[in-house]
């Protein structure tokens, strides 16, 4: 499962969209809550719990999620910077994303480190031209 969001707005109501990606070949996710949370999930602003309720993730899917209901205490831009999202599955998984960037999946090291490393083979490979 790989999850990332970007925020919206709608006039003064400010909400995520989220771009969920199931990775997996056999198996079947269901989506339960969002919580929004600030200061290391310390400081809770809000429980969504019907957004996306039962929404099913068949193995291999990539779901954009853009109908999500508007925070109440997030009023500006510079407000939802500081707002950790964590979504929750009904088996009780959570995914926890803390300020990312808009519309980005977050990267892992393994995967920086792949980026990196490829980055140098392709510099120091020998033009055919």
């Not at 995914?95 to 960037?101: A, D, M, R, S, T």
Request: aromatic share 12%.
């Amino acid at each position: 499962m790989r999850i990332s969001y970007a925020w919206k707005w709608d006039g003064p109501n400010f909400h995520p969209s989220f771009d969920i990606r199931n990775r997996s070949g056999t198996r079947t996710y269901r989506l339960a809550n969002i919580a929004y949370t600030r200061n290391d999930r310390k400081e809770v602003l809000y429980f969504d719990n019907k957004s996306i309720w039962d929404k099913d993730l068949v193995p291999g899917s990539i779901s954009f999620l853009d109908n999500v209901a508007p925070v109440p205490k997030i009023h500006s831009v510079h407000e939802c910077t500081g707002v950790e999202v964590t979504v929750r599955l009904q088996n009780g998984r959570q995914f926890w994303l803390k300020g990312q960037g808009p519309g980005q999946l977050r990267i892992g090291r393994m995967q920086r480190m792949a980026f990196w490393l490829r980055e140098k083979i392709e510099k120091a490979a020998i033009p055919l031209e």
